[in-house]
């Protein structure tokens, strides 16, 4: 049921990074347009484009984080006894869910630091700018939960894109 729940979040999570990679290029394009046919560049496309570049980057790493697609060093553990590549394939995904933790707790620190001043361009809280942290330190942190769990189980986590 936690594989099941984990596999809807990166799915969702994949679904949200990809229509923000859509939004990403639509907001170019009107930027494009606005400067070449129109001769009036609109100021706030720039903004949002890399506004939800942050976002679509850290749900990108939370989705590569659950479906192994982050770079690994496979060709060194393959070399060892099972017992003893288990063990450091559970203090790789520990070490990997303490860096989403530190994600979380200094994006967490920084959104609401700066959610009081707003940007200029957007009209939205400059905390929107870590909040992707936020989000993304949470999912890795849960996402090595589900790794940790399945190797002690002798499990292996399916992709959720398959």
Known sequence: MFTRFCASLSKLALMAAVAGLLAVVLCVQYQVIGRYLFNDTPTWAEALAMLLVLYVTA??????????GHIGLESLLVLLPERLRRNFEILIHLLVALF?????????????LKWGEKKPMLGVPEGMDYLPLVIAGGLIVLFSIEHIVALVRGHHVEPAWN
């Open 100 to 112: 989403g933790g530190l994600m979380l707790k200094a994006g967490w620190l920084w959104t609401t």
């Open 59 to 68: 749900l990108g790493v939370a989705v590569g984080v659950r479906d192994a």
